[in-house]
C-alpha cells in the first residue's frame, strides 16, 4: 500500500492518531489537502480496529474483474492493468473509462454498510464505488 518505510510510517502514524481521536469525538474532523489543483476533504470515520475488521471483510469479498475488464486500451494499443479493480453499485449501473465499460456488481454487505456511513457524515449519495486494490504502489 504505501511505497516506502519512512513514507508507511508516518501514513500509519496519522492513520493511528486519526483512529484514536475518531474514537473519542462524535462527529469527525474534516481536514483539507489543497495542491496545485487538487482540493479534498477528508475525515477519519472508523477506529483502527474497525478499519482493520472492514479491510479483512473486503479482502474475503470483492471479486476483481478479469480478461478484457482488466485492460485498457490507449491509442489503439491494449495494456493490462497492473492493479486489480472491481466496481459495486446500484443495479444498472456502469463505469466507462479508455473504451471498457464495467456494469457494478451487486453491493456487498460490508461495501453497503460503508457506503451508508460515508453517505452520513459527507451528505452525499452514491450509486457506484470502484475498488481498486494496489500489491505495492509501483501499480
Not at 484514536?20 to 483539507?32: D, G, H, I, N, Y
Not at 479482502?59 to 491509442?75: A, C, R
Not at 453491493?107 to 457506484?128: C, F, M, P, Q
Request: aromatic residues 12%; glycine residues 8%.
Amino acid at each position: 500500500m504505501f511505497t516506502r518505510g519512512m513514507k508507511r510510517q508516518t501514513c500509519l502514524g496519522q492513520f493511528l492518531q486519526c483512529s484514536q481521536k475518531r474514537r473519542k469525538a462524535s462527529a469527525p474532523e474534516w481536514k483539507s489537502i489543497r495542491h496545485d489543483g487538487l482540493d479534498v476533504r477528508y475525515a477519519c470515520i472508523f477506529s483502527a480496529p474497525d478499519s482493520l475488521l472492514y479491510f479483512q471483510r473486503l479482502e474475503k469479498e470483492i471479486k476483481y474483474l478479469e480478461g478484457h475488464f482488466s485492460q485498457i486500451k490507449v491509442f489503439d494499443k491494449t495494456y493490462g492493468i497492473p492493479r486489480k479493480q472491481a466496481a459495486y453499485g446500484d443495479p444498472g449501473v456502469s463505469y466507462r473509462y479508455s473504451g471498457v465499460t464495467i456494469t457494478a456488481k451487486p453491493w456487498t454487505e460490508t461495501l453497503k454498510t460503508l457506503t451508508d456511513a460515508v453517505e452520513r457524515y459527507a451528505g452525499h449519495s452514491y450509486n457506484i464505488v470502484l475498488v481498486h486494490r494496489y500489491a505495492d504502489g509501483k501499480d
